[in-house]
């Protein structure tokens, strides 16, 4: 039981530049979310599911796209990357009836 | 190197002597709290919730403490080990609302001297 994984653990994009940061759960879980957490800040939403097929924006989903087609798999889509994006991404599971979150270990992420 | 916390409110203390870290949070609504941790690189870490029917929960070795009239919430640290430094984070959600995601505070490091 892997829990929750991300990858990759780091990446340096270019301005404009596209990439997707994967996030699986083994834990059969319904809920995932995406955060991210830049210095001096608490973690801020992105995007958020309540199972496969359905997603919805949270605190700040601009620039960002998402998918849920399994249960497992939640990725996150930075179609054109800015250095605003530059952040540390946290995946987190929960199930459904319950409020606690499971966190990944993260994705550091700069853009020139 | 570490992305979070360099403006962070830091609290020091001595291995062994209790720690209180306090969180003011923003939407009287909100009727589920949690802490928690944060280590050098990882995620974080589960600690211990409340639920706004409850003023005080206690764990092993931790305790929150909920103050639903200031809208104030701690997380007490019993004899405090060099393993417990970390950035420690409150967050709050409004249950019924369904919605899972959770809305964090900006974080407290904790610095435990030996």
């Known amino acids: 039981n892997a829990g929750v994984t991300q990858t990759p653990k780091f990446q340096v994009l270019k301005t404009g530049q596209s990439m997707t940061l994967q996030c699986a759960q083994d834990m059969n879980h319904e809920y995932m979310s995406w955060y991210r957490q830049d210095p001096g800040m608490g973690l801020r939403l992105i995007h958020y599911s309540v199972g496969a097929g359905i997603t919805d924006q949270g605190e700040v989903p601009n620039g960002y796209n998402v998918s849920r087609s399994t249960t497992e798999d939640f990725p996150l889509r930075l179609l054109s990357a800015a250095p605003s994006q530059t952040s540390v991404y946290f995946c987190a599971t929960n199930k459904m009836d319950k409020e606690t979150q499971y966190f990944g270990p993260g994705t550091r992420l700069l853009v020139l | 190197g570490e992305s979070v916390g360099l403006h962070l409110p830091t609290l020091s203390v001595q291995e062994g002597d209790n720690s209180i870290i306090n969180c003011a949070y923003s939407?009287?609504?909100?009727?589920?709290f949690i802490w928690y941790k944060q280590e050098s690189g990882k995620g974080p870490q589960f600690i211990i919730d409340i639920r706004s029917n409850m003023d005080k929960r206690q764990g092993q070795r931790v305790t929150v403490l909920l103050n639903k009239t200031v809208k104030h919430l701690s997380l007490q640290i019993a004899a405090t080990q060099p393993g417990d430094s970390a950035v420690y984070f409150c967050?709050?959600?409004?249950?019924?609302?369904?919605?899972?995601?959770?809305?964090f505070g900006s974080g407290t490091r904790l610095q435990v001297q030996p």
């Open positions: 939407n009287s609504a909100s009727d589920y």
């Open positions: 967050a709050e959600n409004i249950v019924d609302t369904g919605r899972r995601a959770l809305t």
